[in-house]
C-alpha cells in the first residue's frame, strides 16, 4: 500500500501518524502528486531547503520486512560467497595438514626433533604426580603428553654432568694476554689504606681533559655529567709533590659478583648508604666480562676495546675521599688507616665470559683458557667476593620477564624453555659440562639464559683462584624476610665501622629496589608443569653447590 510522501512531508511538523492515512488510500491522485509526476520536492531541514529525490515506500505486509536482504547486487552476494569459499578451504587446510603433522596445539620447540611418544619412558614419580599439577587454567594441556621427551633430554644433560677441576693458567700467560693492564696497576698497594689504590704521576696541564678519551664519557649521558662535576675538582684532588702532580688510584675493594635477578640491586643500594662504602659511578659497567673487549651488547657486535685507565676513572669519586682521608693524617707521626672502601656491582662478573672465543686461543676441549677471576686474582689476591642467590628456577622466570620485549606469557617461557633444554641438550652429546656453560654460540641461540642459574658451575671455578673466606654467598629468601639480618653479616665481612641506630634505621627499613614490574606481575606465574620441567633440570646442580656450602638451604627443595 503506498502513501505520498509529499503529504506527509506537508505534514511532519504535526503528528505524521494520525494525518498521514487519507493519502494511503484510493483518494491519493497520482496526477496531482509531484512525486508521481517526477518532479523535485522542495523541504526543509533546519531551515535549509533539501531535495528529495526518492518516494518513500512503506510495505505493511509482514513478509516484505525481510526483503531487504535479497535487495544485493548480483555482484556483492557472489563477492561474500566467494570470500565464505575461501576461508573453508583454508580453515580446513590448516586442520588436516596439523592433524598430519601433529602441529595443533603443540609447542613449536618441540618441532626441532622427533621424539617417541611414549608414556612408558616417564619416571612412575612423575606419572602418579601429574594430575596434581594439571591445572586447566593455567597451562595448555597439551604440554602436558611432551613432558616424558622433555624428560628424557633432562636425564641425558645429568647422565653428562661432571663437576672437574679446571687447569689454573700460569701469570706469565696471563700477562701475555694483557700487557697493558699489568703496565698499569702496581704490584702493591698504599700500606695506609684498606682499599687498594696508588699514587701515579699525572702530567697533563690543568687545562687538560682527564677523561676527554673515556668510551664510557662518549657512549653514556649519566657519565657525561659525572665526568663534568670531575672536571672542574680534578685539579683540587692532585697531590703536588716537588713540582710533579700525582693522582690516587683505586681499585674495588669488593665485588658483587652476581647474580642477575638475585637482589644485587637491591643489596647494592643499601651498602651505599654505609658512611664506609663508596661505589663506582655507576653500579654496573661490567668492565671485566665486556667492556674491555668492546661489548656492549655481544649481538651489536664490537666496539673500541675500554682500557683500564677508562675503568679506573669510574672510582674517581671515591679515590677523591681516600684522599682527602690521607692527606689529613699525613701531618700526623702514625698515620691512620683509611677505611672507606670502594664497591663494585656488575652482576655479570660472576659468569659472563663469552668473549673469550674472539680473543683468546680456542683451547681443544672448547674450555676457556683464561676466565674474568684469573686476572681480578692477580691484581687482588686480597678481594672481597659477595655473591647473591635465589631458586633458579624463579630466577629464570624473572629474567625472562625483565628482559623478553614482547608477546611475554607462561605459553611463551614454557615453548622457550623447551627449546633451551633441546639446545643444552646438543652441546652436553659433545663437549663437557664447563665448555657448554662457557659457550657463547649456546648462549646466545637459547631463548631463555638456563646457564646463569647453573650457580655450583661458577662457584667452583671461582674457589680455584679465591679462598672460601673470600666469598660470601647470600640467598635472595633469606634476605627478604630478614634485611636487617643479611645486611649485618655482610658488614661483618666486609670488616666495616659500626652504625649509629639511625644510620642502620635507614639501611634496613628502606623500601626494596629493582622489583618486579606491575605489568610483569599481571601477566602471572609460570605454568606448574614448567615450574616442574625446571626443578628437574637445577636438581643435580642445587645439590651439589649445598654439598659445596655445606648448607641445605641452596638446594631449594620444595617442602
Known amino acids: 500500500m503506498r502513501h505520498c510522501v509529499n503529504c506527509c512531508i506537508q505534514l511532519l511538523p504535526d503528528d505524521l501518524h494520525p494525518q498521514c492515512f487519507s493519502c494511503r488510500g ?103 604426580n601429574l594430575k596434581d599439577f594439571h591445572q586447566p587454567f593455567l597451562m595448555n594441556i597439551s604440554y602436558e603428553k611432551y613432558y616424558p621427551n622433555i624428560k628424557l633430554i633432562i636425564n641425558t644433560i645429568t647422565s653428562k654432568v661432571e663437576f672437574t677441576t679446571r687447569q689454573l693458567p700460569d701469570l706469565e700467560d696471563l700477562e701475555k694476554q694483557e700487557l697493558h693492564m699489568f703496565s698499569v696497576i702496581p704490584n702493591k698497594f698504599l700500606p695506609t689504606s684498606k682499599n687498594p689504590c696508588w699514587y701515579e704521576e699525572y702530567t697533563g696541564k690543568n687545562t687538560t681533559d682527564p677523561y676527554m678519551t673515556n668510551l664510557y664519557a662518549l657512549y653514556s649521558k649519566h657519565f657525561r655529567s659525572t665526568f663534568d662535576y670531575l672536571r672542574k675538582e680534578f685539579w683540587n684532588h692532585l697531590y703536588h709533590f716537588k713540582e710533579k702532580h700525582y693522582r690516587l688510584r683505586c681499585l674495588p675493594h669488593f665485588y658483587i659478583i652476581g647474580q642477575p635477578k638475585c637482589g644485587t640491586t637491591d643489596l647494592y643500594d643499601r651498602l651505599r648508604l654505609h658512611p664506609d662504602v663508596k661505589f663506582s659511578a655507576i653500579k654496573e659497567p661490567h668492565w671485566w666480562t665486556r667492556k674491555r673487549f668492546g661489548i656492549v651488547r655481544l649481538r651489536d657486535g664490537f666496539r673500541d676495546r675500554s682500557p683500564v685507565e677508562d675503568y679506573l676513572d669510574l672510582f674517581d669519586l671515591a679515590a677523591h675521599e681516600i684522599h682527602k682521608g690521607l692527606r689529613s693524617d699525613s701531618g700526623t707521626e702514625n698515620s691512620k688507616m683509611n677505611h672507606i672502601v670502594i664497591g663494585e656491582a656488575s652482576a655479570s662478573t660472576m659468569w659472563d665470559n663469552n668473549a673469550w672465543t674472539y680473543f683468546y686461543d680456542n683451547s681443544t676441549d672448547g674450555e676457556p683458557p683464561f676466565l674474568i677471576q684469573d686476572f681480578i686474582h692477580a691484581f687482588e689476591p686480597n678481594a672481597k667476593l659477595i655473591v647473591m642467590l635465589r631458586d ?18 607462561a605459553e611463551d617461557f614454557h615453548e622457550k624453555v623447551a627449546e633451551s633444554l633441546q639446545l643444552f641438550e646438543n652441546c652436553m652429546l659433545d663437549y663437557s659440562l664447563r665448555a657448554c656453560v662457557y659457550n657463547n654460540t649456546l648462549n646466545n641461540a637459547m631463548p631463555v639464559r638456563l646457564q ?95 654439598q659445596v656450602l655445606s648448607d641445605e638451604a641452596f638446594s631449594w627443595k620444595q617442602p
Request: glycine content about 4%; overall charge positive.
Open 26 to 128: 484510493p483518494y491519493h491522485s497520482h496526477h496531482k502528486c509531484p512525486i508521481c509526476k517526477g518532479e523535485k520536492i522542495l523541504f526543509r531541514v533546519d531551515s535549509k531547503q533539501m531535495n528529495l529525490l526518492a518516494v518513500l515506500e512503506v510495505r505493511t505486509e509482514n513478509n516484505e520486512s525481510w526483503s531487504g536482504l535479497f535487495r544485493f547486487k548480483k555482484g556483492k552476494r557472489w563477492s561474500l560467497v566467494c570470500g565464505l569459499i575461501i576461508m573453508t578451504l583454508v580453515m580446513a587446510s590448516y586442520i588436516l595438514t596439523g592433524a598430519k603433522h601433529e602441529l595443533l596445539l603443540i609447542p613449536s620447540s618441540l618441532r626441532y626433533r622427533s621424539f617417541p611418544n611414549n608414556p612408558a619412558l616417564a619416571d612412575d614419580e612423575y606419572l602418579r
Open 452 to 546: 646463569i642459574g647453573l650457580y655450583v658451575v661458577y662457584l667452583l671455578d671461582w674457589l680455584t683462584v679465591f679462598d672460601k673466606e673470600q666469598i660470601l654467598i647470600l640467598r635472595l629468601e633469606d634476605h627478604a624476610s630478614n634485611v636487617k639480618y643479611t645486611m649485618n653479616k655482610v658488614f661483618q665481612f666486609l670488616n666495616l665501622g659500626p652504625l649509629n641506630k639511625k644510620q642502620e634505621a635507614l639501611i634496613t627499613r628502606s623500601p626494596a629496589s629493582n622489583t618486579r614490574r606491575p605489568e610483569d606481575r599481571n601477566l602471572g606465574p609460570m605454568f606448574l608443569l614448567t615450574k616442574k620441567i625446571l626443578q628437574d633440570f637445577y636438581e643435580p646442580f642445587n645439590t651439589k653447590l649445598a
Open 392 to 409: 633458579p628456577v624463579e630466577r629464570l622466570y624473572s629474567d625472562y620477564l625483565y628482559f623478553a620485549s614482547s608477546n611475554k606469557s
